[in-house]
């Protein structure tokens, strides 16, 4: 992990994602990060004290189980997302861990500075309840409990 000190840069990521706009709060202390492929963006930056937004490459998110078992969980396709946004509603995830598979730029803000700030910002937590809605329903649909394993590893196969 490395921060880029570019602030052209970090003003092209957030205009190109309309980043601002999710907050009413003014002046967040907006910071780049690059990590590369095998990192894991959440052992220096934890979830619970970092609000991660993804703006360039890929991330694969497992869990571990009590028996050290990984499980695939979900994977960020060069896409927008946001990381940490769960643990800022307080569901600490403490066996998941996310993997970078190609280069990854995250805009991120230091939750220990304005998470008091983001509690009052009425804007931000409209944008996040929007998104964790997203993120949930999502969840629910791709879940069959009573489906086999085998079934399950096709059905990713299949579709993912």
């Not at 994977?75 to 280069?103: K, M, P, W």
């Not at 008091?116 to 996040?128: G, I, S, V």
Request: proline share 4%.
């Amino acid at each position: 992990m490395r921060e880029i000190l570019d602030a052209q840069l970090l003003t092209v990521y957030l205009n190109r994602y309309h980043i601002p706009s999710i907050f009413s709060t003014e002046n967040l202390p907006f910071r780049l990060y690059e990590f590369e492929e095998g990192e894991l963006l959440n052992l220096v930056h934890p979830p619970k004290d970092f609000l991660k937004f993804i703006v360039e490459g890929s991330v694969r998110i497992y869990s571990l189980s009590p028996h050290g078992n990984r499980q695939f969980l979900a994977e960020n396709r060069e896409g927008f997302e946001i990381l940490g946004d769960l643990e800022f509603c307080g569901a600490f995830q403490e066996d998941h861990y996310q993997e970078v598979v190609s280069t990854v730029r995250t805009i991120e803000l230091p939750l220990r500075t304005v998470r008091e700030q983001l509690w009052q910002d009425n804007t931000f937590l409209r944008w996040l309840l929007r998104r964790i809605g997203t993120k949930l329903s999502m969840t629910t649909a791709s879940r069959n409990p009573g489906q086999t394993l085998e079934d399950t590893l096709l059905q990713y196969m299949r579709y993912e």
